[in-house]
């Protein structure tokens, strides 16, 4: 029986589109893309509890990192890595004071003094006790659980070579393990130090993916699931960001002056954050850069100097050897 040429173009063009498939991928039609997910931190609910930092390596089945012991804090995580994708800050101010305010502004300088009014009368003791309600001490600690902040214009992504780090249908950033070949320019690229690449695994780089394999499935991620006091917040990113401005407003209005948003709106790295933060000090207190840099920004007028400096080697070129 005869073949129909369409039947024998197919089978025949099958072995080519394996070996095609196998050099430059098979290329599937993008998702449709869907409302911009993210996270909103609220650090003035956050209790330290870590809830957040077990549920993102247990879900993600990421290894634990060998515990040291600091000598000076009660966080043993240290810094987000390729392995730990949540890490909750403890900032703690104990026992030193900062700016002569410990880092609280306007009338707190009005509270240390009349604290030290009453110690000079006696009516509370110069050392506290565990108990003290913090009105009596100015000693504080602040609380973030800090994570990717996925960016809007995300700098890793601008300097990966290879399109390993792309942006899924929901706006988020995500790192392709299998594109990726552990160059390292995104993690020099990132103001925020949170990508980074596994010097002890496959070499490549990691961070957090806000759990799209849940998202896709409709599923909150495991660290705002575990979360005990909704310090974690997921949802749209826009509500969010509406979300937030009412919380700020809330706590300004019941005297929580020094609350702060960070990333919620577009002036950091032009664009803003997918996640963001309520903060109760300066950024620079979180170690969050103010005002982080894009190094995109300096391709133009780096390659213009560049231009210009070869431009003059060639004209001093050209005069030295018309005099010889």
Known sequence: ????????NSSDLRPLQAVLGTLVGNRMPPLPRQAAMGFFTDTSLCIGCKACEVACKQWNQLPAGEANWTGSSYDNTGQLNATTWRHVQFIEHIGRRERGLNGYNGIRSAIDAHIAWARSEGLIPFNPPGTAL???NTDRWLMSSDVCKHCANAPC???????????????????????????????????????????RGDHTAHKCTLCYDRMKDGIEPACAKACPTASIQFGEVEMLKAHARERLGLLHARGVKEARLYGVDDDVLEGG??????????PEVYNLPANPPRPSNNVVPASLWTILAVMILGLFSIIFFRGE
């Open 1 to 8: 029986m005869a073949v129909e040429p369409s039947q024998r």
């Open 157 to 199: 992504q601008e300097a990966c070579p290879t399109g390993a780090i792309i942006r899924t249908e929901f706006d988020t950033v995500y790192v392709q393990q299998d594109i990726c070949n552990g160059c390292g320019y995104c993690v020099v690229a990132c103001p925020y130090g949170v990508i980074a690449r596994d010097e």
């Open 134 to 136: 913090p009105f009596f």
């Open 273 to 282: 954050l997918n996640s963001s933060f309520l903060l109760l000090d300066e």
